[in-house]
């Protein structure tokens, strides 16, 4: 190999490093633009009880229809509305969105919201949550909190003093995507959450690893000790539905019940689902 050869892969390497750096720099300048001209969408999935098949909430979910792009991911977006410190403005905007769509439903239904741990962490959060609540006239105890275990690794004095004080409102606290992080239970005694969700990545490969169906076993039957309900995320069939079931998951959430849907689909969704004698106001 000539040093000719070794150069030109270098100089290869910062073209595309560039490409990229510039691909990200303008889906940063959309993504401004898109916040401040209201592309976003918050959709809604069912959340459903096992025991009785029926919704008992929905987790609301941010959508970004990028003119070009099309469907931009929030696996993408969230991360860079993190970067770019754009992520407690989308935060709040989603709570006021979610809480007033909520309010709307019939009124044993509960709304989960994700919140990112840089959002969770900043100064105005739990003044967004109890003004979303407030404006949207909706009682703390229908409001879900869903959180990762990046949250409660950092800042445990500051952290729990936060959840305590969302406590006292009667909202409840999730631990989102239970089994990815770095699973470290003692923050379980320290602060005891009242769901946690299951990793889609275990109801994957269910009903065929013994391994998954071990772990799910495990997580639902602590949960249940420490007086937590569980849920299963991705759960996408029938077969899987059964499986968590059986290892005694509480909720479940996939695409085997429903994707995430626009608001205006929700009546029909909760008229559908079984339960007609629950009808949205
Ligand atoms: P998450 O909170 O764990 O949400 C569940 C994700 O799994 C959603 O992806 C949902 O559409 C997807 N999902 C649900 N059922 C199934 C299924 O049966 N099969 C498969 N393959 N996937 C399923 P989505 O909407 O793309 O969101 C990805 C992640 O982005 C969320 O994961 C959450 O961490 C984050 N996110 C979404 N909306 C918000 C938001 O408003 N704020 C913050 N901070 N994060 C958000
Ligand atoms: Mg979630
Ligand atoms: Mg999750
Ligand atoms: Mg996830």
């Not at 969105?97 to 105005?124: G, H, I, L, Y």
């Amino acid at each position: 190999r000539s040093k000719a050869d070794g150069r030109g892969t270098y100089r290869f390497f910062e073209e595309e490093m560039d490409a990229k750096m510039q691909a990200r720099r303008m889906l940063e300048l959309d993504l401004r633009a898109a916040f401040i001209n209201q592309e976003l969408e918050v959709h809604y999935q069912p959340l459903v009880a096992v025991e009785s098949s029926k919704i008992s909430g929905f987790e609301a979910l941010v959508r970004w229809q990028h003119p070009e792009r099309g469907w931009v991911s929030p696996s993408d977006f969230i991360p860079l509305a993190e970067e770019i410190g754009l992520i407690a403005q989308i935060g709040a905007w989603v709570l006021k969105q979610a809480c007033s769509e909520a309010v709307t439903w019939p009124s044993d239904m509960r709304v989960a919201v994700n919140v990112s741990s840089t959002e969770f962490k900043s100064q105005s959060f739990f003044s967004n949550v109890t003004s979303a609540l407030q404006m949207a006239g909706l009682p703390g105890h229908r409001l879900e909190l869903e959180i990762t275990e990046t949250v409660v690794l950092q800042d445990t004095e500051a952290t729990l003093a936060t959840l305590l004080q969302l406590r006292a409102l009667g909202v409840r606290i999730s631990m989102d995507d239970f089994g990815t992080g770095y699973s470290s239970l003692s923050y379980l005694r320290k602060f005891p959450f009242d769901k946690i969700k299951i990793d889609q990545s275990f109801i994957a490969d269910l009903p065929d690893r013994d391994g998954s169906v071990a772990i799910i076993k495990a997580i639902a039957g602590m949960s249940h000790s420490l007086g937590m309900n569980t849920t299963a995320e991705g759960v996408e069939t029938m077969e899987q539905f059964e499986a968590v079931r059986l290892q005694g998951c509480t909720e479940v959430q996939g695409f085997f019940f429903s994707p995430a849907v626009p608001a205006y689909k929700i009546a029909e969704l909760i008229a559908s689902s079984g339960d007609k004698d629950r009808v949205a106001a």
